[in-house]
């Protein structure tokens, strides 16, 4: 028999690790300090655009994709479709001023925002939604992952 899991538990559990990944380490697959905006708030727009070798882009690019990831996941929860995208482009982003730096990461914020928003308001869970934010929190974890390394690179 099925056992169903109460809504407020879910949006509790995915709360729990998509703030781990994004905002603060609560101690579920990550060490203290090495959430997204943690790990950000410590790479100035120079270390953020330095090349990390052929076909892998810099830091800015891969803080691009993490937000074109979420803005692509808003946009289907939106309109129910999954519409061909320009990923490529994601990842189109060279050197950044401190200015465009910061830029990056406010949009990246934004974008969490409206995902944590959508995260306590949604109604409709099913399979294809909460595979969707297992996919968010798997993709972000994967990237930060990349840019925690890609640090070792650049602040050498």
């Known amino acids: 028999m099925a056992q169903e899991i109460a809504l407020d538990d879910f949006r509790s559990g995915l709360r729990f690790v998509l703030d781990e990944a994004f905002e603060k380490v609560g101690g579920v697959f990550l ?13 100035s727009a120079a270390e953020a655009s330095k090349p990390l070798g052929p076909g892998s882009g810099n830091i ?35 050197e950044v001023t401190e200015e465009e730096w910061r830029n990056l990461q406010d949009r990246l914020r934004a974008s969490y925002g409206e995902i944590r928003a959508f995260v ?31 640090l070792q690179v650049v602040k050498a």
Do not use: C, M
């Not at 074109?68 to 999954?82: C, H, Q």
């Not at 099913?126 to 994967?142: L, M, P, W």
């Open 120 to 150: 306590d308001t949604f109604e409709g869970w099913n399979d294809r939604y909460i595979g969707g934010a297992f996919g968010i929190v798997a993709h972000t974890a994967y990237h930060l992952g990349e840019i925690r390394q890609a």
């Open 31 to 43: 060490d203290p300090g090495e959430s997204l905006f943690e790990t950000l708030a410590t790479i």
């Open 60 to 94: 800015a690019a891969k803080v691009n994709h993490a937000r074109f990831y979420l803005d692509a996941a808003i946009e289907a929860n939106r309109t129910g479709e999954y519409k061909p995208l320009d990923w490529a482009s994601s990842w189109r982003v060279g």
